[in-house]
């Protein structure tokens, strides 16, 4: 079935380095994406959006790329920091699926000092 | 400020004794979702309200159920925890519209002993 998943399950950067995560999705219809930051024993916190008729979207120290050609979406951070360390999940929905999110697998970032 | 809480954070249960978890938000948004995590897995939705219309996801067991008495309150109610039902248990709002972020409450740990 349709699904959003990410390449890689775990990220070990250094402070000070950019990080880059990646999730690939498969519903071609999917027009909304979403990255959420999970510190461990807390819900999932916004991070950045992007509809699919924006390819970059910058925020604070973030940037998420959608690459609808290959169906690839990315959360870049810029100068890592201690705090940055969590899980990150990206998520998608479409009209078709109305308000509900498809969630990809997470990946782990971890930054050491 | 505006904001999705849950209480309690910690909840231990017995094998198959019904267990209340509660979710309430100050952001007035249509929708309600309760969502279920286990340890390093992306959040698993169960069930979400649209105003007072309940939608549940085909895959959620018959032991989960819930409650929306009004706007701002939302229920999720094990009626027989299971050891397998030992999760974070996640509530998030949205406003109901295509391409909106939810935004998540920090979870509720539930154990069965």
């Known amino acids: 079935g349709e699904s959003v998943g990410l390449h890689l399950p775990t990220l070990s950067v250094q402070e000070g380095d950019n990080s880059i995560i990646n999730c690939a999705y498969s519903?071609?219809?999917?027009?909304?994406f979403i990255w959420y930051k999970q510190e461990s024993g807390k819900g999932p916190q916004f991070i950045i959006d992007?509809?699919?008729?924006?390819d970059k979207r910058q925020g604070q120290r973030v940037t998420v790329l959608l690459n609808k050609t290959v169906k690839h979406l990315s959360l870049q951070i810029a100068a890592t920091q201690p705090g940055d360390s969590a899980v990150y999940f990206c998520?998608?929905?479409?009209?078709?699926?109305?308000?509900?999110?498809?969630f990809g697998k997470g990946t782990s970032l971890l930054v050491t000092p | 400020d505006a904001m999705v809480i849950q209480n309690p954070r910690y909840q231990v249960t017995q094998f198959g004794k019904p267990v209340t978890l509660s979710c309430s938000q100050t952001?007035?948004?249509?929708?309600m979702y309760w969502y279920q995590q286990k340890s390093s897995q992306a959040p698993k939705l169960l069930f979400h309200?649209?105003?007072?219309?309940?939608?549940n996801e085909a895959d959620t067991p018959d032991n989960f159920q819930s409650r929306r008495p009004n706007t701002s309150f939302c229920f999720l109610d094990i009626r027989s925890p299971g050891l397998g039902d030992a999760a974070m248990y996640l509530c998030?709002?949205?406003?109901?519209?295509?391409?909106?972020?939810?935004?998540f409450g920090p979870g509720t740990r539930l154990t069965v002993l």
């Open positions: 998030a709002t949205s406003t109901g519209q295509a391409g909106n972020e939810q935004f």
């Open positions: 519903n071609s219809a999917s027009d909304y």
């Open positions: 992007i509809r699919s008729n924006m």
């Open positions: 998520a998608e929905n479409s009209l078709s699926s109305g308000y509900a999110l498809n």
């Open positions: 952001l007035n948004h249509n929708v």
């Open positions: 309200y649209y105003d007072k219309d309940f939608n």
